[in-house]
């Protein structure tokens, strides 16, 4: 079975350009989420998204902005990059629990690193 | 989500268990207990979850404290290929509509180099 894939792997903007980067999720997943990983940090919590609308958002700018097709595929949009844009943008794909309980474990893509210079 | 806390960093020999602690002293009842790790360069891995009971899985063991304030991940015959930044992470299972809804709030982690 093929795991959560990432579009592009690799990508170098300008400030002040737009990006978009995409993921489709592990078959059968209806959630996605999108972090943010900055050299030397952990990931960073940006978005979620179940059954198409944003169950979470973490502390971002309003330029970022994501949605979810009805495949469960997924977007996430930067506007006017800024150099500290730069970073490795993950998504993962859950199951949600048996019996409807929460969302249980998330599973990574490999990423798209983003540079902006 | 409560906080954890981790060693920086930890080295293990090739061959015996890697015991990974983690602090989580402020956890809730209804908060499970998290272990990732990132190999450099790719993305996060699940490795494994528990919320009071001790948890097996083909790539480790959770141990969770009876007082679920802390928890160790061990692997068992830790190899070349473990070493990496191992996560703990506590988080709810809330229904939709909450914001930690699938959240997962990464701290520092740990990094475990496997020597041989």
């Known amino acids: 079975d093929a795991g959560v894939t990432q579009s592009p792997t690799h990508l170098i903007k300008t400030r002040g350009q737009q990006v978009t980067l995409r993921c489709s999720p592990i078959s059968g997943h209806k959630s996605v989420s999108w972090y943010q990983q900055v050299l030397g940090q952990g990931p960073q919590f940006i978005f979620q998204y179940y059954e198409k609308e944003e169950r979470g958002r973490g502390n971002f700018p309003d330029r970022f902005s994501a949605r979810q097709f009805p495949n469960y595929s997924s977007e996430l949009n930067v506007n006017a990059l800024l150099l500290g844009d730069s970073a490795l943008y993950l998504c993962?794909?859950?199951?949600?629990?048996?019996?409807?309980?929460?969302?249980?474990?998330?599973?990574f893509g490999q990423g798209t690193r983003l540079t902006v210079v | 989500d409560a906080k954890t806390t981790q060693p920086t960093s930890m080295d293990c020999a090739e061959g015996r268990a890697a015991n990974l602690p983690c602090n989580h002293s402020?956890?809730?009842?209804?908060?499970?207990v998290y272990w990732y790790r990132q190999i450099h360069s790719q993305g996060p891995q699940y490795i494994i979850h528990?919320?009071?009971n001790n948890e097996t899985n083909e790539m480790a063991s959770l141990i969770i404290t009876e007082d679920r304030k802390s928890s160790t991940l061990i692997l068992p015959h830790a190899t070349l290929r473990d070493t990496a930044v191992y996560y703990c992470?506590?988080?709810?299972?809330?229904?939709?509509?909450?914001?930690?809804?699938?959240?997962?709030?990464f701290g520092q982690g740990t990094i475990l180099t496997v020597h041989p």
């Open positions: 992470i506590v988080r709810a299972l809330t229904n939709a509509g909450g914001t930690s809804y699938g959240k997962l709030t």
């Open positions: 993962a794909s859950s199951p949600r629990g048996a019996g409807g309980a929460g969302i249980t474990e998330a599973f």
């Open positions: 528990g919320l009071k």
């Open positions: 402020t956890i809730s009842g209804n908060e499970y």
